[in-house]
């Protein structure tokens, strides 16, 4: 359909009705299509330099495409190389100077850090912990393979910077032949590793723990 005269319906003057790129038809002045008739309450049309009409709406468009390519290309880059090294030399100095045997096992040719050395690190590095959820399965009495096992997911935090981690661990009754106190013990391993593994995900480097190795 192409621009057309026709009479407005709030006034007696006569209108010119033109069409806009987008579809959208407007109330334009008769004797200069390019200027809007004093009763044009839609959306004021806007005119490329050939003086084709432009809705608002494709103006919108273009401006939002124009804004967004001269967003500046950002690449996410790590924390200063020298600080960051620093921090994993001070780990590795704290391993060295505050641990002390009882705090690690040598499984195979290689120390894994127990539960005490993860909780002594916590403490050195400010951060606090949670359980987010624990579950039994089954949820009461044994399977059919006559064990149970606990599944466990605790989150290590560091208030200061709002900085998280989330460690999830499973221990099963049918890991040793002999607990001194099944229910707790099972419970008491999951949880272990479970805040072992979010703490060293956290201050670490992901270091995994000797509970996740062997059973206590």
């Known amino acids: 359909m192409t621009d057309f005269e026709t009479q407005c319906n709030r006034c007696p003057d006569k209108i010119w009705m033109a069409q806009d790129a987008g579809g959208a ?8 299509h390019a200027k809007p008739h004093a009763h044009n309450t839609g959306n004021s049309p806007k005119f490329e330099s050939e003086g084709k009409l432009v809705s608002q709406a494709e103006t919108r468009v273009r401006e939002i495409i124009r804004e967004e390519s001269a967003l500046p290309v950002e690449i996410v880059a ?3 190389i020298d600080r960051l090294a620093e921090a ?5 100095d704290f391993k060295k100077r505050l641990l002390t045997e009882d705090d690690s096992v040598k499984i195979g040719n290689k120390l894994f850090l127990k539960k005490s050395a993860w909780r002594k690190w916590a ?3 400010s951060v606090s912990d949670e359980i ?10 044994r399977d059919a ?16 910077t709002g900085r998280s981690s989330t460690g999830v661990a499973v221990a099963s009754s049918s890991e040793k032949t002999k607990w001194a106190h099944e229910e707790h013990d099972v419970f008491s391993l999951c949880h272990t590793r479970a805040k072992s ?6 201050v670490g480097g992901g270091e995994v723990s000797a509970e996740e190795m062997q059973v206590e």
């Open 25 to 32: 038809w407007h109330p334009m002045d008769l004797a200069d």
């Open 132 to 141: 987010r959820s624990e579950e039994r399965v089954p949820a009461e009495g």
């Open 88 to 92: 994993f030399k001070k780990f590795e």
């Open 123 to 125: 403490l050195a590095c």
């Open 197 to 202: 593994r979010a703490i060293s995900d956290l």
């Open 145 to 160: 393979k006559d064990s149970f096992m606990y599944r466990i997911t605790v989150r290590a935090y560091h208030i200061p």
């Open 78 to 80: 790590p924390m200063d």
